[in-house]
């Protein structure tokens, strides 16, 4: 049948694909992380993460960032993603790749012209879950942590 044809017709997976490629293409925070594998790269999405506590200036770098060329902003800046429960981030896992960190924009800018970053300043105000979520989403990830 056609739908047989065309299935075996892709078989097996091409090996050829690039990590920028495959991560662009991805929608979790696992597949990110497994798109580079086996490529050195500094181009991994997301680039880092800001936290801080309140009033510390955050949102200042948030803006001041969100105006350079190569860096796409997350929208919302602060969309809280590792403070929710372990459930609620599987099922929201594609909202927050795609739509806070701006997968499509940063791949269409190109991956090794651009930065994005989550900006949630209160995850410093959660215990340690919240750091080990980090940890294990995107262990590549950089965190800039803004003090008063």
Known sequence: TWYRAQRLASWPPSRARSGAEAACACESLRCLGSAFAGEASYYRVPHFWIGGGQKCGTTTLYSLLARHPQIVAPLPKEPGYFAWPAAVRLATERWYVRDVLRLGEVCERGLANVATFDA?????????????????????????????
Request: proline share 3%.
């Open 120 to 148: 949630t300043a209160y995850y410093l105000q959660w215990d340690g879950r919240v750091a080990r979520a980090l940890r294990a989403a995107a262990p590549w990830t950089k965190v800039v942590l803004v003090f008063r």
